[in-house]
């Protein structure tokens, strides 16, 4: 199984010079199962660029779209994703249920006026929706957990287990809301047994710990709380992920200095990038 992060900025784009160094693009991870299926979380603007990539490198199989939430930085660059035009395309979309309409209606409403000028309904690969909660599912060789998160609106995180290996992704999460962490037993916290022994965790790290403060209950970890988080489900590798759109280069190496301080584990947390690569066979 590989990972490459194609966007991990959260909330909005945000592209110039202060943010060279680990791009501007928001959410999109490419996972490459062991037997060569295609998995992407979330479509934010990164998956345009995994898009061109995968019509000149994708064979033809079917490509899984697995979406945590549909706030905008995770579904505006779906209908950029070249493969979504390709009549010859299977496209499978994983996003969590919602209580009064279908996963298919939410994301028609970007795909459709005054949003985009086509509707859902004409697009060439007609994907499929598969609505999901705290389930768990196959994709190609790979078993998929999902579980409900602490985030605004219904939102899911998800793990995928692949040849004895496992990478989690959570990328808009609040494990416990303006709480000490000490104080909770794990049952309590958000999203663990997501996180719970995991070989790398993609995890929301947004916010330094002054910040925090003035963010409570708006769905987004501080450092702090991430790498407790971490520290706690014993997971081996952290990737510090969804940087906020002020944050300049400068600013996320400040955060992850404060981050590395606060590590139990042996390997050290990192920033995403964009292009980063992870290989976890």
């Known amino acids: 199984m590989r990972a490459r992060i194609w966007g991990c900025r959260g909330s909005l784009a945000a592209p110039g010079p202060d943010t060279v160094r680990y791009g501007g ?10 037997d060569g299926t295609v998995v992407v979380l979330d479509a934010g603007t990164g998956i345009r660029a995994l898009g061109n990539h995968l019509a000149t490198a994708h064979d033809g199989r079917t490509i899984h779209v697995l979406l ?11 209908a950029f994703f070249s493969p979504l035009w390709e009549a010859a395309t299977d496209i499978d979309v994983y996003g969590p249920r919602h209580p ?5 209606e939410r994301v028609a409403g970007y795909l459709s006026e005054p949003l985009f000028p086509i509707h859902l309904s004409d697009v060439p690969s007609n994907p499929d929706f598969h609505e999901v909660g705290d389930d768990e599912f196959d994709v190609g060789c790979a078993r998929v957990m999902s579980m409900h998160v602490s985030h605004a609106g219904p939102t899911v995180g998800y793990r995928i287990e692949d040849n004895g290996r496992s990478l989690a992704y959570v990328s808009d999460h609040e494990p416990a809301r303006g709480v000490d962490f000490a104080a909770l037993g794990t049952e309590w916290i958000s999203g663990f047994p997501l996180c719970e022994n995991v070989d790398v965790l ?13 963010h409570v209950g708006w769905g987004h970890s501080s450092i702090d709380h991430v ?3 971490a520290n706690r489900a014993k997971a081996r590798q952290l990737v510090l992920y969804h940087h906020d759109p002020g944050h300049s280069d400068d600013q996320l190496e400040t955060m992850h200095a404060r981050a590395c301080e606060l590590w139990e584990g042996d390997t050290p947390p990192v920033l995403a990038y964009e292009g980063m690569e992870i290989d976890l066979s």
Do not use: P
């Open 68 to 78: 945590t939430h549909l706030h905008m930085d995770h579904l505006q660059g779906l």
């Open 227 to 229: 790498v407790h988080l």
């Open 100 to 104: 009064t309409r279908s996963l298919a």
């Open 202 to 214: 993609i995890h929301d790290s947004q916010y330094s710990a002054e910040e925090y403060t003035t």
């Open 25 to 34: 693009n928001t959410s999109c991870v490419e996972v490459i199962l062991s």
